[in-house]
């Protein structure tokens, strides 16, 4: 049964960079089947994408994020990351990982549990 | 891009039917097929319910349908449960590899 787990800082400063890694267990992210997103929820707020991966290393990103996204691949560790440069108080949300089985179409059948992450001096 | 627009709440009896609406523009929701739904409740990941408009992932009950007309989806819960009570969120293909979520409707079972 195929899990993704995130893992990173529970906190960040203003100004700097956050940086998440999810593991994927009993599968693999070098499955050219999925592609491989993060999303984000504010407290008390919806869903965000922020973009995706596939294996290959080919990556599309939510425009409103871009200028401060990266997301890359990790196939020895089957693990995929987010980093998110000058975070802001705006920042903070629960950060998931999640599969998508729709080619980017945002068709995400599995996800993480969720990562707290607030930004705060 | 901006957010498809949702209800912020809906409600119903147990038993009844509900229809949650999710408006987007032809960039989007009016421009593909790629429409989707998910469940959410307090303190959990998001559950996928519904994929391609109308499609339900193995294990979902049929008492979950999707549909489109135009720039507007829906999601429709009939038989009403009250582990259906949850945010739900629309989802789209927004064009050039991006996606785009709805803000979200909270759904009260009374």
């Known amino acids: 049964q195929v899990q993704l787990q995130e893992a990173g800082p529970g906190l960040v400063k203003p100004s700097e960079t956050l940086s998440l890694t999810c593991t994927v267990s009993g599968g693999s992210v070098s499955s050219g089947s999925h592609y491989w997103s993060w999303i984000r929820q504010p407290p008390g707020k919806g869903l965000e994408w922020i973009g995706y991966i596939y294996y290959s290393g080919s990556t599309n990103y939510n425009p409103s994020l871009k200028s401060r996204v990266t997301i890359s691949v990790d196939t020895s560790k089957n693990q995929f990351s987010l980093k998110l440069r000058s975070v802001t108080a705006a920042d903070t949300a629960v950060y998931y990982c999640a599969r998508d089985i729709g080619a980017g179409s945002g068709y995400f059948d599995l996800w993480g549990r969720g990562t707290l992450v607030i930004v705060s001096s | 891009q901006s957010a498809l627009t949702q209800p912020r709440s809906v409600s119903g009896s147990p038993g009844q039917s509900v229809t949650i609406s999710c408006t987007g523009t032809s960039s989007d929701v009016g421009g593909y097929n790629f429409v989707s739904w998910y469940r959410q409740h307090p303190g959990k990941a998001p559950k996928l319910m519904i994929y391609d408009v109308t499609k339900r992932p193995s294990g979902v009950p049929d008492r979950f349908s999707g549909s489109k007309s135009g720039n507007t989806a829906s999601l429709t819960i009939s038989g009403l449960q009250a582990e259906d009570e949850a945010d739900y969120y629309c989802?789209?293909?927004?064009?050039?590899?991006?996606?785009?979520f709805g803000g979200g409707t909270k759904l009260t079972v009374l």
């Open positions: 989802c789209s293909y927004a064009g050039r590899y991006t996606v785009l």
